[in-house]
């Protein structure tokens, strides 16, 4: 393969299509340091984004990784009723899973060598910021925790806070030196967002995940109580904007981002009790484009803020 065939090969390996959710929360976190403190700096913002999205891909692969070893993949491509949501390489033979391993601990080399360059220039804290999302994004489903398996909300937790609080007061830190409350409240909806998608994306195999023995939440509740559940994130991920916007953390116009919950709740008007897998695909397509759009509108709020 060439270098772009092979830089295509593993950034489908990583999933790098999902990146926006971890794009987003480093943006929104440097962007309320400037707005709010109007202080910005251009390299440590770059440093962050390459830590922060190494991270992510590096989350990405060793949870294919642990998914394979643990015969999720497998249980996923035998299910007619489930999607399987990994790059699929490893269970089809594409890739060695040295090689595979190889790639995935690279990618942690590079976010661990972006969190000690930050420490060194922006404050030791930074290195608790950086344990705690290696910590989850390694134990997420590698033993001996494998919290993610355990169908408590310990991996809706855990989402909350690796794709919500920790990008963005770790990236408002990296821009001011200080961690105030506005900056944990003002993670409360891309944090709510990310964590639907996750949830969201249960739904695609969960009966595959209930073979292999993963207690996804939706495993455990089922569909109805799976889909209950969902809508009650929706709404409390989109009620938390005008709350935001009352108490003067987010700009009056930030309310702009509840336009983004119009065709998300059309998609949950469309859902039934029970649903072919297909159509928890669209759901989740719904999810991906709110956090997204969401995202943009409360970034570009919080920059007209910060000029004006």
């Known amino acids: 393969m060439n270098t772009i065939q092979t830089l295509k090969f593993w950034l489908k390996a990583a999933r790098a299509r999902v990146l926006p959710v971890m794009i987003l929360p480093v943006v929104i976190g440097s962007v309320a ?26 989350s990405n692969m060793i949870n294919d990784l642990w998914d394979f070893r643990n ?6 491509e035998q299910s007619d009723e489930s999607i399987s949501t990994n790059s ?21 080399a590079i976010a661990f060598a972006s969190g000690i360059l930050l420490a060194l220039f922006r404050g030791w ?5 950086a344990l705690a999302g290696g910590l989850i994004a390694y134990f997420y489903v590698a033993p001996p925790l494998k919290f993610g398996y355990r169908g408590k909300g310990y991996s809706e937790i855990a989402i909350f806070l690796a794709f919500g609080v920790l990008p963005i007061t770790g990236s408002y830190f990296v821009m001011t030196q200080s961690l105030p409350i506005d900056a944990f409240l003002v993670s ?11 949830f969201n994306h249960h739904f695609l195999h969960w009966r595959a995940d209930q073979a292999a023995g993963k207690k996804t939440l939706v495993v455990v509740w089922g569909e109805k109580g799976g889909i209950r559940f969902s809508k009650m994130l929706a709404v409390l991920a989109f009620i938390s904007i005008p709350i935001l916007s009352l108490v003067g953390i987010l700009p009056w116009y ?11 709740a059309k998609t949950y008007q469309s859902l039934a009790e029970t649903n072919p897998s297909p159509v928890y695909g669209q759901l989740m397509g719904a999810s991906l484009k709110a956090t997204i759009r969401t995202g943009l509108i409360i970034i570009a709020s919080l920059l007209l803020n910060g000029f004006i």
């Open 188 to 198: 409360i909806p891309i944090g709510l967002l990310t964590t639907l998608i996750l």
């Open 88 to 108: 699929r390489l490893l269970a089809n033979k594409k890739v060695s899973i040295s090689t595979f391993a190889f790639v995935t601990w690279s990618l942690f």
């Open 71 to 76: 015969g999720v993949d497998e249980k996923a």
């Open 33 to 58: 340091a400037f707005a709010w403190e109007q202080t910005f700096y251009p390299f440590y913002f770059i440093l962050t984004l390459v830590g922060a999205l190494a991270a992510h891909l590096f």
């Open 254 to 264: 930030a309310n702009l981002a509840l336009i983004a919950a119009i065709p998300f």
């Open 125 to 129: 804290e930074l290195l608790l910021f």
